[in-house]
């Protein structure tokens, strides 16, 4: 019985009788539209691995092949605006140049929603997937310490973990707004990102 009420309460409400609609309740929505779908940039990841150590590029049908270094993408593209902005010319994305000293989850969005940075005032904050479309793959740590950034450092600055206070060295993180519903090792519920 149930189902049969929300079956047609959703036949009604998807109706395309607009005769209900008062003049005010009718909303003018400017949808962006975006000559492409969303670009995946490349890892620029070029060597490759067995399971165990690098190997030589391997053959097609060789164990080994079709991994991320067979394949050339969208090369990482940067463009800096001199305002304090980077432009992701493969994405269409800007983003502060600054990924800022650490803060909490909601001072993030507190940040975002406040900021005015490169004269606009629409910043956000990021999605899981839009901040990974940052990440260098190419990036390497040994244990706690940096060697290779995993974020381009020629474009962006991301401050390391503070080594005197007891930090290590990649505990930076830079947030984002997607939730995550599973279990983390610090009991959370939302993901970040480490880009050293």
Known sequence: MNWLIIGILFITACSNND???????????EIPVIGKPYAIVDTGTKVFY??????SIPAEGQI?????????GNEPSYTNNGDGTI???????MWEQSMGEKITFDEAFTKANASTLGNYNDW??????????????????????AIDFFIDTNYFNQPLGDTSIGEREIDAQTWTSTQ???????AGD???????
């Open 190 to 196: 939302c993901f970040w990102c480490q880009f050293c």
């Open 180 to 186: 995550y519903v599973g279990l983390t090792m610090y």
């Open 87 to 93: 432009t992701d010319n493969v994405t269409g994305l």
């Open 64 to 72: 080994y092949y079709g991994q991320d270094a067979t394949y050339n």
């Open 124 to 145: 956000r904050v990021p999605t899981l997937k839009e901040m990974y479309s940052l990440i260098l793959f190419t990036g390497s740590v040994k244990g706690a310490v």
């Open 19 to 29: 005769s209900n609609l008062d003049e005010a309740q009718i909303v003018d929505i």
């Open 50 to 55: 067995s399971d165990n150590s690098v190997i």
